[in-house]
């Protein structure tokens, strides 16, 4: 089984992205919500590395994460941090729904 180290990598910066809004601005929300979501990344990577087929939580934390920070890009047109986060969850949700059209169906 092949690991997810891209979907381990995107966890990675969404955990250190809160990391990081918490240092800089103080906040816990973005602390908080960092961890979280970087958490369920790395679980929803963990379980499309054990079964490829496993990726909705994957996709339910991407695509809430493009969702949610997309919003916030277009009210506050600033690319840090959420037009990065914006960027980085869509490209995964692309990665993801691409892998599932493009993988063999077992019938």
Do not use: C, E
């Not at 966890?11 to 979501?37: E, H």
């Not at 929803?44 to 909705?56: D, E, H, I, M, T």
């Not at 991407?62 to 914006?86: D, E, H, N, Q, Y």
């Amino acid at each position: 089984m092949a690991v997810d180290w891209i979907g381990f990598s995107y966890a990675t910066l969404v955990a250190v992205g809160g990391i990081v809004g918490y240092v800089k601005a103080g906040s816990i929300t973005s602390l908080g919500a960092g961890l979280l979501f970087g958490l369920l990344a790395a679980v929803g990577a963990y379980l499309a590395s054990q079964n490829p087929k496993n990726v909705w939580l994957s996709l339910g934390t991407s695509g809430t994460l493009a969702a949610v920070m997309g919003l916030r890009f277009l009210s506050s047109w600033k690319f840090m941090p959420a037009g990065l986060m914006t960027l980085a969850s869509g490209l995964m949700v692309a990665k993801i729904i691409t892998g599932m059209l493009t993988r063999p169906h077992s019938s």
